[in-house]
Structure formats: C-alpha cells, structure tokens
C-alpha cells in the first residue's frame, strides 16, 4: 500500500538535545511539507520542499531543518535552539507543490514530541 | 495575506442531528477550497474539495458549497454518527496552504 510513514510515534527529548523525525513516502510525490499542530492552533508550516536538495521556510521555520537528498525521504530536525518544542508533528506529500487537480496532499499519522 | 477562520469547538451533537460547521476565507484571486478530518491521535485526511465557484463537495455524507459572494464554504451533514466525531479543518490552496483552526465534533448515542 502507498503512504506516508512517520516515526516514532511519540517522542521524548531533554531540554538541549537535537532530535530527528522521520518521514518517509512510497507515493511518488515531488512535494513534501512539515507542519506543526499546537491545540487551537491549526496547522503552521514548517519546512517544505518542492522537488530532491530543494527545501524552503514556511512560516516557522526558525530552530528547525530539514533535508531533501532521497525523493521519498524528508526528515526534520527539531533543535535546542527551538523554544517550545512540544507538539504534534505532521509531515504530508503531493504529486506537485500545493496541487489542486488530485486528492491534494496526504498526510502521515504524525510524530507527538514532548521535551521534558 | 491568506486566511481562513472557521466556527470555534467544540461542537457537541447527538446522534442523527444535523450539523453545520461554518467557514469562510479571506484570499485574492481564486482558490481552492477544503475539509480535512482528523481522527484521534491520526494525521488528516482529505474529506471534500471545491476547486472553483459554486462548485459542490461531497463525500460520505457531508457536503460543502464554494460560495463566491460570500466567501464561505461550510461544511454539512444530515444526520451525523457517533463515528464521525474527530476534528475538522477548513483550509485553502491560493499561492501556498492555508488552514483554519480545527473544530471538534463530539457526537453522542
């Protein structure tokens, strides 16, 4: 079956430290977005990339970084340079950049982050 | 820039009652319109779209209506299930995504 998958499921992490969340496709879609989900919040938009070694800022991009070397891999690093850390992380894919014409973007089961 | 506000939680419901969950956008030109849904603990999923004005949406039930003139595109259902109580997103794609706040459904038997 085609997917996102995200990893781990939850995550717990010391003030300080740098922490990775994974997020990998098997959908064969050029564009790939993080975001963060805080309770009434919404989503806001982390990172994003377009297409391999391309990535731009979104809208809270500060603390965070992301690569881009494989087409079905975008993994992102929450630093200690990020004040509030904890939340609920969601990585999500689509065939184009902010595509229309399909089912839009999907989106994988999200990674809770908690800093102790 | 772009925005989408939509009707504050959490919506509480029994079960068969109808539901309305409003929401509308501020953009230039025109957008596409969405409903995502978010189960507990899950990431979202696409319910409905609209890609242009006027256009309906539907999907297991639920319905929304691209309204130009008012700039709004509320979400509906007839008679809602126990099994449809998750959190609801409204969002839009213009130059980049936008989404709103998220509303819960609590529905009761």
């Known amino acids: 079956d085609g997917g996102i998958t995200q990893s781990p499921k939850y995550l717990f992490r010391k003030e300080g430290q740098n922490v990775t969340l994974s997020c990998e496709q098997n959908l064969n879609h050029d564009a790939m977005y993080w975001y963060r989900q805080d309770p009434g919040q919404g989503l806001r938009l982390i990172y994003y990339s377009q297409i391999v070694n391309d990535f731009q800022k979104g809208d809270i991009a500060e603390g965070y970084s992301v690569s881009r070397e494989k087409k079905e891999s975008f993994p992102l690093t929450v630093t200690s340079a990020q004040k509030n850390p904890t939340a609920f992380y969601l990585c999500?894919?689509?065939?184009?950049?902010?595509?229309?014409?399909?089912?839009?973007?999907?989106f994988g089961p999200g990674t809770r982050l908690t800093v102790l | 820039g772009d925005s989408v506000t939509q009707m504050e939680g959490p919506v509480t419901l029994s079960e068969e009652a109808f539901l309305t969950i409003n929401c509308t956008y501020t953009?230039?030109?025109?957008?596409?319109l969405f409903w995502y849904v978010q189960y507990p603990g899950e990431g979202l999923q696409l319910l409905l779209k609209?890609?242009?004005?006027?256009d309906k949406g539907s999907n297991k039930g639920f319905e929304a209506t691209y309204r130009k003139e008012t700039t709004s595109f509320h979400l509906e259902k007839g008679s809602v299930q126990v099994s449809d109580s998750a959190v609801y997103f409204c969002?839009?794609?213009?130059?980049?995504?936008?989404f709103g706040a998220g509303t819960r459904l609590t529905v009761k038997p």
């Open positions: 999500a894919s689509s065939i184009g950049l902010y595509e229309t014409s399909t089912d839009t973007q999907y």
């Open positions: 953009a230039t030109g025109y957008p596409s």
């Open positions: 609209a890609t242009k004005a006027d």
């Open positions: 969002a839009l794609i213009n130059n980049d995504m936008r």
